[in-house]
């Protein structure tokens, strides 16, 4: 943590838990993406964090935007972000919706399925148009699963069908998994989509676009790979299976941008156990899964914790949330240790928290506020 980052935290008197994003982190390292990857365009996937500040900031510098509704799209554009650089990103949309973008200048759109290509062709006409196609997302601590993408021989089929509809059929994406960390994954997930580049010229249709998606990382408990060896991983997939003819690149980092930038501060409110020779505490904090902290779901995302008493010896931890909900519990099976003199009143920090956190958290379960935000 910065120093910028610790002075913030050690003063801040408040007594609800909040997140607080250090926004040059997140410039930083928007322009270590891109120095690293220069060839590709970058679209921040702004449901990773849509503070007004991260948004303004990066729109400044140039980024590109990915979004999935009329709310996000406003956002960008009151941010100073023009429509050309907005992509919006998600293949389930309403024909409302896709109105709505087409009216305020967005040509840019993702789809999966022939039903959404209807609504394009209808709400949208002219717009350039790429399929997403299915990823196993192995590897992945935030799969994103079969919800999104189709086969690649169906989204072969949509693209030529998206020309006949009078869209531009632009490109192919792919999203090989949120806090992805086996590096392979994107070369076979390249390999796949340079072959539908070859049906596809057979077909007459010349796709010009690849949108490698999201999934580099934060850093959470287990150690990550360098964003370098990310690029390198991509750019080698992209020159051994596109060779000379590498078509125009995207990237939505989402995490990877704005995850390290942010530190929640919660507060110990219980620790107990379950009975008298239980060596396993408890250790309930005054945030949990409805106040931010969903992506501990299936105990998925491990964040790393700092409290004011570490250093000593540990012992064993459940750690759970306030709420009378017995989902809200972060952490019984992932081995989680705390000081053994922690106290109720201590304040644990949460590092890299700055992802996927305060959109998350719910209006008002139980009467608790939604997780407040700082953006320094
Ligand atoms: C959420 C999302 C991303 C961002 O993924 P990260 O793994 O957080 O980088 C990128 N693209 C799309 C289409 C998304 O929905």
Known sequence: MNEKMQRFLDTCTDSDPFLVVDVDIVER???ELRRLLPLARVFYATKANPAEEIVERLAGIGSSFDVASPGEIDLCLNSGVTPDRISYGSTIKKKTDIAFAYGKGV???AFDSDAELEKLAAAAPGARVFCRVLMECEGAEWPLSRKFGCSPRMAADLLVRARKLGLDPYG???HVGSQQTDLSQWDSAVA??????????DEDVDLRMINLGGGFPARYRSDVPALEAYAQAI???MTKHFGNNLPE???EPGRGLVGDAGVIQAEVVLISRKDYEDDRRWVYLDIGKF??????????????LLTPRDGGPTGPVSIAGPTCDSADILYEKA???LPLDLAVGDKVRILSAGAYTTTYSSVGFNGFPPLKSYCI
């Open 29 to 31: 390292n928007y322009l």
């Open 107 to 109: 040509r840019l759109f």
């Open 172 to 174: 192919i994406s792919f």
């Open 192 to 201: 796949q989509v340079a072959q539908m580049f070859t049906i596809l010229h």
């Open 235 to 237: 750019t080698q997939a």
């Open 249 to 251: 690149m995207i990237i």
């Open 291 to 304: 106040s931010g902290l969903a992506e501990t779901m299936d105990e998925a995302i491990k964040y790393r």
């Open 335 to 337: 081995d989680y240790q």
